[in-house]
């Protein structure tokens, strides 16, 4: 590889941030409040798809895995997501059932992370957001056996058009697909500063109420 062709230096690679400061007095009273006021402005502020989110978890052998999911709502209680229950993210929480979310809103330089345990939607609230979706992506919850080895792509498209044949117009909602939220112990909410002398503060569930503790960046 010649000097013209190699990639630049990581070392490099900097940018300043030189956000708003985040101070305690400027939080809403719990994280759920707060990660309004910041996810409104992260649409306000055109980011593609704002909602999409890095989901960690990990096996009961503590092997770990990362992947982006799309959040599909939050309130008091959770965020919440819908995936394939037989998918390794799927697996990973039904054996442990603790997960970490990451918004990484880097252009207006914040981050909101999320830990805490897993539920499973009732079923009844995971149908109700299966017949909302768009046709072709419920018969893709049919034909997508995730995370599963499929020998080629006109496997995986002969498998959807079989399955839309069967359902031309209502696909059932699959018994295997549904909502998980993730109920929070502890919510981040982390902004840019210069000099990487960022602003990290975090809310943690202390019995029924929350602390707000600055972390050192």
């Given at each position: ?54 989901l960690a ?81 419920r018969i ?47 919510v981040e ?29």
């Amino acid at each position: 590889m010649d000097a013209t062709s190699r990639p630049p230096s990581m070392a490099g690679l900097r940018r300043t941030y030189q956000g708003l400061p985040l101070s305690e007095a400027d939080l809403a009273p719990d994280p759920f409040s707060q990660f309004a006021l910041w996810f409104g402005d992260a649409v306000d502020a055109g980011l593609p798809e704002p909602n999409a989110t890095v989901l960690a978890t990990a096996s009961a052998g503590g092997r770990p895995t990362a992947r982006t999911v799309l959040l599909k709502g939050y309130d008091e209680n959770g965020f919440v997501f819908y995936t394939n229950y037989e998918s390794r993210k799927g697996r990973d929480m039904a054996e442990n059932p603790r997960a970490a979310l990451l918004f990484p809103w880097h252009s207006i330089r914040r981050q909101v992370r999320v830990e805490g345990s897993v539920v499973r939607l009732p079923r009844e609230e995971s149908a109700i957001y299966f017949r909302s979706r768009p046709y072709g992506s419920r018969i893709g919850a049919w034909a997508s056996r995730q995370s599963a080895v499929v020998h080629s792509r006109d496997e995986l498209d002969a498998r959807y058009e079989e399955l839309a044949e069967r359902w031309p117009e209502d696909p059932p909602v699959p018994d295997f697909w549904g909502g998980l939220r993730v109920v929070p112990s502890e919510v981040e909410f982390w902004q840019g500063r210069t000099d990487r002398m960022h602003d990290r503060l975090r809310y943690r569930r202390s019995g029924a109420t929350w602390v707000v503790e600055r972390l050192a960046p």
